[in-house]
């Protein structure tokens, strides 16, 4: 059988502490220190505990080149057994083929190592922000300062404050007061439908296509309202839709070129209980009229930034900018809208049938009418929005 081994993989060694009852009764303090390794590999997505035989024979195969495996030593067919089954080396065969696939998919997206590592294991499954908050008692600006201490300081000074060379200000514009009253929205009003039109022109304004460039039959650059690395617009716009007129609650991909939605397979659970789950729990993002998967699509990006240390950067980065223009749009248009990247990535990989490798879920982005009544604190601080005491953080 020939083999090889997995593309991407970093081998982690930690300390683990158990307890040893004979070092106890010497007179130790009953603890027993050990090295365990640990592989990291993204195609699988999972911390997996490797023996020292594993470990060294992932440093002998070669990630390219296939190795006929009665070639190894004796002693090496043991540790080869267990890396198969667990995916870090993949085989051949027609029974090692559905590992030697997502290995062969990470391949072929070209991702840089590292940031493929990273990519992998931050995603969450069943995480609650919530909760964690409450578990930490830090669910207050208050309260973080009790537990955390003082943060950095939140404006820094360089040099000689004396020799500062202060900017004239200059007078507030429309533009101005738009900037004022962006602000993250907590409170939602569920009851009140979105319109229509309104929900088609947020939509056309942040996510769709204004224009595009076409270099041949099959290469087209598009052009938006927001910058993308290299022209190549990768994030594309899964919908949660649970509150708009005239659009059946469920889930959607949104068409930049056509400006269209197209419905996609209910989830197996309630919508609702799945816009839970989306934002980590965060119940006060989770009722909004509209909820946006930015979903990148990492081949499209590393077809050109092939390998590139700073590709998933330049993504991170457009995730940003259309956030910003979402936030603005919607604040010209009278609603409100937020941003989050506390979000369970697996489940709504597997709601809108996404391939973490390939095309994953980065943040998720929200928009509809604000409520009347701050029952979840909103930083407000100049009253632009609730023109009410900003209460205690």
């Known amino acids: 059988m020939r083999v090889r081994r997995c593309k991407v993989l970093y081998l982690e060694p930690r300390e683990k502490a158990e307890f040893d009852l004979e070092s106890l009764l010497a007179g130790g303090n009953g603890m027993r220190h050990g090295q365990h390794w640990f592989a990291l590999a993204p195609h699988l997505g999972e911390e997996i505990e490797v023996d020292s035989a594993e470990r060294d024979l992932l440093g002998i195969l070669s990630p390219d080149e296939w190795t006929d495996s009665r070639q190894l030593s004796d002693d090496a067919s043991a540790a080869l057994k267990c890396l198969l089954k ?18 062969e998919t990470l391949r072929s997206v070209y991702w840089h190592p590292l940031s493929a590592t990273a990519h992998a294991f931050t995603r969450w499954h069943d995480a609650d922000a919530v909760q964690a908050t409450k ?12 537990v955390l201490g003082a943060p950095p300081v939140e404006a820094l000074d360089r040099g000689d404050s004396g020799q500062r060379i202060v900017l004239p200000r200059t007078a507030r514009t429309d533009f101005d007061q738009l900037l004022a009253r962006r602000a993250t929205c907590r409170n939602f009003d569920a009851e009140k439908p979105l319109p229509y039109a309104l ?47 005239g659009v059946v609650p469920g889930l959607y991909h949104y ?33 909004a009229h ?29 995730a940003g900018h259309l956030s910003q223009t979402l936030y603005l749009s919607a604040t010209e248009a009278g609603l409100a809208a937020y941003i989050t990247c506390a979000i369970n990535e697996v489940p709504l990989e597997q709601a809108f049938a996404l391939d973490p490798i390939s095309s994953g879920a980065l943040a998720i982005c929200g928009f509809g009418w604000r409520g009347e009544e701050m029952v979840t604190m909103e930083l407000d601080p100049d009253g632009e929005i609730w023109h009410t005491e900003t209460p205690t953080l």
Do not use: C
């Open 86 to 103: 667990k995916g870090l080396v993949v085989g051949a065969g027609k029974r090692h083929a559905a590992l030697r696939e997502r290995d």
């Open 199 to 245: 929900f088609a022109q947020l939509m056309e304004r942040v996510f769709s296509a204004q224009s595009h460039v076409r270099v041949s039959d099959d290469t087209v650059f598009l052009k938006k309202t927001s910058p993308s690395g290299g022209g190549l617009h990768p994030i594309e716009a899964y919908l949660i839709v649970q509150g708009v007129e």
């Open 290 to 318: 509209v909820m946006v998967l930015l979903a990148p699509r990492y081949d499209r990006s590393f077809w050109k930034y092939r390998n590139h240390a700073k590709a998933h950067r330049a993504v991170i980065l457009e």
């Open 255 to 287: 068409h930049s070129i056509a400006h269209a939605l197209e419905p996609l397979p209910a989830p197996d659970r309630p919508l609702q209980e799945l816009a839970m789950a989306a934002v980590a729990e965060q119940h006060w993002f989770a009722n």
């Open 135 to 146: 578990n930490t008692g830090t669910e207050t600006a208050g309260e973080l300062r009790e």
